[in-house]
């Protein structure tokens, strides 16, 4: 069964370091979101891509997150300098294209700021 | 922002009980998922409702749809342990581009 890939899947880092996470969707979906999600909450989109393009990321922190996804492929998430309220569980999920198609979720990587 | 509200936040009910989660929203939405979660792992989806009006079951999981596309409801029917998790709505708009809102979820906890 065709799965998100996500890694790493846990990643301790010290504040005002950088940390950069993977995702590789499923294949042949267009639609790449990277999500955050607090303890408990429900995940919050922080940008989506539409193959290479970035089509929203009106809530990515610009001054330190960055995301790109070169080939329209595999997609990696950045963040520096990491604080300390960066610390959550980062979501990656993929769909086709196109409004009513599920999207599909990663293991999601769990990062802790010290 | 959050367009979608859950309720209860939080609910622990004993096994063999059933429960009803409520999604709400003033937006209307082309689809809407549910999805579970356990912790330390990412959403499952569980269903995806499409018109409104829809009701879908998923064994002891029924879902709906609201006419109006705004809302829905996920009811359990004979709570098990393994249910316990953290039920999410996710919202499809197409307002602009496309893209899913999720809810605020509820942690549901089922003692044996």
């Known amino acids: 069964e065709a799965e998100v890939a996500q890694s790493p899947r846990y990643k301790i880092t010290e504040k005002s370091q950088a940390v950069a996470f993977w995702c590789d969707p499923i294949?042949?979906?267009?639609?790449l979101y990277w999500y955050r999600q607090i303890l408990g909450q429900g995940p919050e989109l922080l940008v989506q891509?539409?193959?290479?393009?970035?089509?929203?990321d009106s809530q990515l922190p610009k001054d330190r997150f960055s995301a790109e996804r070169l080939k329209g492929v595999d997609s990696t998430l950045k963040i520096q300098p990491a604080e300390l309220g960066d610390s959550a569980m980062y979501l990656c999920?993929?769909?086709?294209?196109?409004?009513?198609?599920?999207?599909?979720f990663g293991q999601g990587t769990r990062l802790t700021v010290v | 922002t959050q367009l979608l509200e859950q309720s209860p936040q939080f609910l622990s009910i004993q096994e063999g009980e059933n429960l009803t989660v409520y999604c709400n929203s003033s937006?209307?939405?082309?689809?809407l998922q549910w999805y579970r979660q356990e912790p330390g792992e990412g959403p499952v989806l569980l269903v995806t409702?499409?018109?409104?009006?829809e009701v879908k079951k998923l064994k002891r999981l029924t879902f709906q749809f609201g006419d109006a596309r705004k809302d829905s409801s996920l009811h359990i029917t004979a709570a098990q342990p393994g249910d316990t998790g953290l039920y999410l709505c996710?919202?499809?708009?197409?307002?602009?581009?496309?893209?899913?809102?999720f809810g605020t979820g509820t942690r549901l906890k089922v003692l044996a």
């Open positions: 891509f539409q193959d290479e393009s970035v089509v929203d």
């Open positions: 937006s209307v939405f082309s689809s």
């Open positions: 409702v499409v018109t409104g009006g």
């Open positions: 999920a993929s769909s086709l294209l196109g409004a009513g198609y599920e999207a599909f």
């Open positions: 996710a919202g499809a708009t197409t307002s602009g581009t496309y893209k899913y809102i």
């Open positions: 294949s042949g979906h267009a639609t």
